[in-house]
Each structure stands twice: as structure tokens, then as C-alpha cells.
């Protein structure tokens, strides 16, 4: 991987939106949404990089963003040095023009079905953009082009599935397709936008390494966007690449795949590790109960003052409503994270705790044995089981069901 000068690079992004006010809605100023707010990332040659958060967390929109989808309300974006909206506008100098940077950022989709024409056989929607690009290629060498892909990716016998329409393919069989017209034109940035989320557990493992296998041969980047911390470090891990960790809009935590999941500093980057089975089940043993003070996720249009974690960070201190910590560089780790525990002189060490404890609040301590994290089950019914609470705490952080009400037909959680 080339770290030279990045493929993309986002310079302290936000992205607002203005919430629609209704026609009997007389505010002066509409809501405004903040999706993203003041992230940098750059993206290299050949880089992975998967963004990791809650549904809402902005990693969508900052995905979007980075592939020149979704126009940033603040802060810059650029492909090889050249503002994309510049170029996009045609502003000032444009040394790259649109056309071509809107080949080399391409994204495959959650849902393959709906970015798939139902009215075109995979022949024509894998030959248009050839053809629309490549003109000096003949329609023969066309097709050979797409059954050559189409037998790349095990989509075979690529005679007869180039024929079919897209309801005649299963989900796998679409994802392949779609994956295949991202990669048509040798891209520099592909954003995979929860690409596997839609597909059998079964089918995702394939479908990561064949992602990861094209990646390789096709010398992209991949930006995946995943609420699924272990997916994350699947895809991550494999590809010797990162993941960024999103909380309300900001970027918390970045780093190494092997360093988040293993050394995570963010208390943030620790909860999402804590209600992921598969990843917790590796520390040794030890028994964490719900650490978080608060359940419910803030409201982006009017988010907490300083660390916007503070509501439910359960380390959170006086200091943290304050001021915002800003990403810095974790010594020898390779990592950035946000958070004024890293820096042993801040006055965070020396602030009154917040808070939150009653004696519904356990506490435990946890990994690094510096602290404790304390338990505020105060949103929970009193009358929830243990299972519960743990399975509904779950839920919030990976959008599942809450599997224990849902077996026992119960939805009093
Ligand atoms: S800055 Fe404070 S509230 Fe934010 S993550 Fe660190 S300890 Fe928690």
C-alpha cells in the first residue's frame, strides 16, 4: 500500500441536513441534522478502510461523501489532489476532469436487486458502461470482457447466466453482478455500502473474500461502510487495512484492524467490542454487563456539548461536558483516537465523576484495570430480565431484535 499521496482525502467534512418542516410548521429556522461533522480521512492506493457505528452515526453519508455522491456542507474533498465538486462545477483549474473521477469512485450497494435495471439482461447492464466508455471495443469483445468477469467472480456457466434478468439471479448471484459493473472500469475507490449486510451468513464470508480476492487483482481501495464490528475486522484484518470507528457524526477512533480489535482505546470503540459475541468471546473470560450509563442514542440535530459520548460514557467526567477531544495519535499504536484519557496530564484526571450511579448501577472492572464502568439501567423496565437487558443493549448497538422477547413473544423491553 502506497502512502505516498492519497487516492481521496476528506479535509474536516460536515455534512448538515436540513430537516423538511411541515406546511403548518411556522419555526423560523428548520432542524439541521448533523450527519457528519469535522472528519479527515485520507484513503491510499490499495487501502481498506471500514467504518464502523450505529445506524445514524453518519458513516453512510461520510461513505457517500468520499465518492463525490453527497456534497460536503463544509470542509473539502479531493480525488488525487483535485477538489471533486470543483471539477464536479467545473470551478477555477480543474486538472481532473469529472468524467474522470466519477470512474474511479464507484460503490456497490446494500441492495443489488434495486441498483440492477429488472427490465435488462446482465449482458446489457455489464456491456453499457464498456460501451459507453470504451468505444474502440467491438460488442464481441465486450461480451468476452463480461464472461470473462462473470467467470471470475464464479458466476458460471457465464452463457447462460449473461442471459438471465436480474429476479432470475438469488442475492449472491445480484451482489456478484453488481460488484462486477463497480469494477468494469478499474476504479481507484470502490465504497461497499454494508455490500454483505443482505446476503445469508453463509454467502458473507464468500462474498468478503471474493471482495477482498478482486481488491488484489483490480489494484483498488475499498471503503466498506459496516454497523458490524466483526465483519469489520474480517475484512480489515485480511487486507492488512483499518477501521474507523463513528460516534454521532464523528470519527472516535481509527487505526489498525488488529489494534482496534485487540488494544481499543475509545470507551466508545470497548461497548461496540463488548456487544459484538463474536469478538468478546476472545478476551479471557471476564463478565461485562452493559457498559454504558445511558441506552438511547442523543438526537443529532442538537448533539452534546464536549465529548458528544459524555451521555453514555461510562467513564465520562465534569471535564468531558466542557470541551471536544480532538482525534489525536495514540504513541506506538498506529492509532487515533478521541478521548482525553489518552493524555495523562489533561484536567480530565482531575474532574468530579458524572453523575448517574444509584444502586440500580453495578460496576466492574474492565480491561485495562485503570476504571470501572458503571451500569444505568435506568431506561430499562424494571421488570426486564438480565437476558433482556443484555440482548436489548445488544440490539441498540448492532440493530438486531431483541432475540429474548422475540422468543418469548414478549415486547415490554
Ligand atoms: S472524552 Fe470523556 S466522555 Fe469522551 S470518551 Fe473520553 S472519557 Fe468518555
Given at each position: 500500500?502506497?502512502?505516498?499521496?492519497?487516492?481521496?482525502?476528506?479535509?474536516?467534512?460536515?455534512?448538515?441536513?436540513?430537516?423538511?418542516?411541515?406546511?403548518?410548521?411556522?419555526?423560523?429556522?428548520?432542524?439541521?441534522?448533523?450527519?457528519?461533522?469535522?472528519?479527515?480521512?485520507?484513503?491510499?492506493?490499495?487501502?481498506?478502510?471500514?467504518?464502523?457505528?450505529?445506524?445514524?452515526?453518519?458513516k453512510t453519508t461520510l461513505g457517500r461523501t468520499a465518492i463525490g455522491v453527497q456534497r460536503p456542507t463544509a470542509g473539502s474533498v479531493t480525488y488525487r489532489g483535485q477538489n471533486i465538486w470543483d471539477a464536479r462545477e467545473n470551478n477555477g483549474d480543474v486538472d481532473i476532469e469529472f468524467e474522470k473521477i466519477r470512474r474511479s469512485l464507484q460503490m456497490?450497494?446494500?441492495?443489488?436487486?434495486?441498483?440492477?435495471?429488472?427490465?435488462?439482461?446482465?449482458?446489457?447492464?455489464?456491456?453499457?458502461?464498456?460501451?459507453?466508455?470504451?468505444?474502440?471495443?467491438?460488442?464481441?469483445?465486450?461480451?468476452?470482457?463480461?464472461?470473462?468477469?462473470?467467470?471470475?467472480?464464479?458466476?458460471?456457466?457465464?452463457?447462460?447466466?449473461?442471459?438471465?434478468?436480474?429476479?432470475?439471479?438469488?442475492?449472491?448471484?445480484?451482489?456478484?453482478?453488481?460488484?462486477?459493473?463497480?469494477?468494469?472500469?478499474?476504479?481507484?475507490?470502490?465504497?461497499?455500502?454494508?455490500?454483505?449486510?443482505?446476503?445469508?451468513?453463509?454467502?458473507?464470508?464468500?462474498?468478503?473474500?471474493?471482495?477482498?480476492?478482486?481488491?488484489?487483482?483490480?489494484?483498488?481501495?475499498?471503503?466498506?461502510?459496516?454497523?458490524?464490528?466483526?465483519?469489520?475486522?474480517?475484512?480489515?484484518?485480511?487486507?492488512?487495512?483499518?477501521?474507523?470507528?463513528?460516534?454521532?457524526?464523528?470519527?472516535?477512533?481509527?487505526?489498525?484492524?488488529?489494534?482496534?480489535?485487540?488494544?481499543?482505546?475509545?470507551?466508545?470503540?470497548?461497548?461496540?467490542?463488548?456487544?459484538?459475541?463474536?469478538?468478546?468471546?476472545?478476551?479471557?473470560?471476564?463478565?461485562?454487563?452493559?457498559?454504558?450509563?445511558?441506552?438511547?442514542?442523543?438526537?443529532?440535530?442538537?448533539?452534546?456539548?464536549?465529548?458528544?459520548?459524555?451521555?453514555?460514557?461510562?467513564?465520562?467526567?465534569?471535564?468531558?461536558?466542557?470541551?471536544?477531544?480532538?482525534?489525536?495519535?495514540?504513541?506506538?499504536?498506529?492509532?487515533?483516537?478521541?478521548?482525553?484519557?489518552?493524555?495523562?496530564?489533561?484536567?480530565?484526571?482531575?474532574?468530579?465523576?458524572?453523575?448517574?450511579?444509584?444502586?440500580?448501577?453495578?460496576?466492574?472492572?474492565?480491561?485495562?484495570?485503570?476504571?470501572?464502568?458503571?451500569?444505568?439501567?435506568?431506561?430499562?423496565?424494571?421488570?426486564?430480565?438480565?437476558?433482556?437487558?443484555?440482548?436489548?443493549?445488544?440490539?441498540?448497538?448492532?440493530?438486531?431484535?431483541?432475540?429474548?422477547?422475540?422468543?418469548?413473544?414478549?415486547?415490554?423491553?
Amino acid at each position: 500500500m502506497s502512502k505516498t499521496a492519497p487516492v481521496v482525502s476528506l479535509d474536516d467534512v460536515s455534512v448538515h441536513f436540513e430537516e423538511s418542516t411541515g406546511l403548518f410548521d411556522f419555526r423560523s429556522e428548520p432542524d439541521r441534522v448533523r450527519a457528519v461533522d469535522g472528519v479527515s480521512l485520507d484513503i491510499y492506493s490499495g487501502d481498506v478502510v471500514v467504518l464502523v457505528g450505529e445506524s445514524g452515526c453518519g458513516k453512510t453519508t461520510l461513505g457517500r461523501t468520499a465518492i463525490g455522491v453527497q456534497r460536503p456542507t463544509a470542509g473539502s474533498v479531493t480525488y488525487r489532489g483535485q477538489n471533486i465538486w470543483d471539477a464536479r462545477e467545473n470551478n477555477g483549474d480543474v486538472d481532473i476532469e469529472f468524467e474522470k473521477i466519477r470512474r474511479s469512485l464507484q460503490m456497490v450497494h446494500q441492495d443489488p436487486g434495486s441498483a440492477l435495471n429488472p427490465n435488462q439482461k446482465v449482458i446489457a447492464t455489464l456491456s453499457a458502461p464498456l460501451e459507453k466508455w470504451h468505444s474502440d471495443l467491438s460488442k464481441e469483445e465486450r461480451h468476452e470482457r463480461v464472461f470473462e468477469l462473470l467467470d471470475t467472480v464464479g458466476v458460471q456457466p457465464v452463457e447462460d447466466y449473461a442471459f438471465r434478468y436480474p429476479h432470475q439471479l438469488s442475492g449472491g448471484e445480484q451482489q456478484r453482478i453488481a460488484l462486477i459493473r463497480s469494477l468494469l472500469l478499474n476504479p481507484d475507490l470502490v465504497l461497499g455500502d454494508e455490500a454483505v449486510s443482505a446476503l445469508d451468513v453463509s454467502l458473507r464470508v464468500d462474498m468478503m473474500d471474493l471482495m477482498l480476492d478482486l481488491r488484489e487483482r483490480f489494484e483498488t481501495s475499498f471503503l466498506f461502510i459496516s454497523h458490524d464490528l466483526a465483519n469489520a475486522r474480517y475484512l480489515a484484518e485480511k487486507a492488512d487495512g483499518r477501521i474507523g470507528i463513528m460516534y454521532l457524526g464523528e470519527l472516535v477512533e481509527i487505526g489498525p484492524a488488529d489494534q482496534i480489535i485487540k488494544q481499543p482505546k475509545h470507551p466508545y470503540t470497548k461497548v461496540l467490542k463488548w456487544a459484538t459475541p463474536s469478538i468478546h468471546s476472545d478476551d479471557d473470560g471476564r463478565s461485562i454487563d452493559t457498559p454504558v450509563r445511558e441506552i438511547d442514542i442523543p438526537d443529532p440535530v442538537d448533539p452534546p456539548a464536549g465529548c458528544r459520548f459524555h451521555t453514555r460514557c461510562p467513564v465520562a467526567r465534569e471535564a468531558c461536558t466542557k470541551e471536544a477531544p480532538d482525534l489525536l495519535d495514540v504513541a506506538g499504536s498506529g492509532q487515533r483516537t478521541a478521548c482525553f484519557r489518552q493524555d495523562s496530564t489533561h484536567e480530565y484526571w482531575n474532574s468530579p465523576e458524572l453523575d448517574g450511579t444509584d444502586d440500580r448501577i453495578q460496576q466492574e472492572l474492565i480491561s485495562d484495570g485503570q476504571y470501572s464502568f458503571r451500569i444505568d439501567l435506568i431506561f430499562i423496565n424494571r421488570t426486564a430480565s438480565r437476558a433482556c437487558i443484555v440482548s436489548r443493549l445488544a440490539r441498540v448497538l448492532t440493530h438486531d431484535r431483541c432475540v429474548y422477547h422475540a422468543r418469548n413473544g414478549s415486547n415490554n423491553d
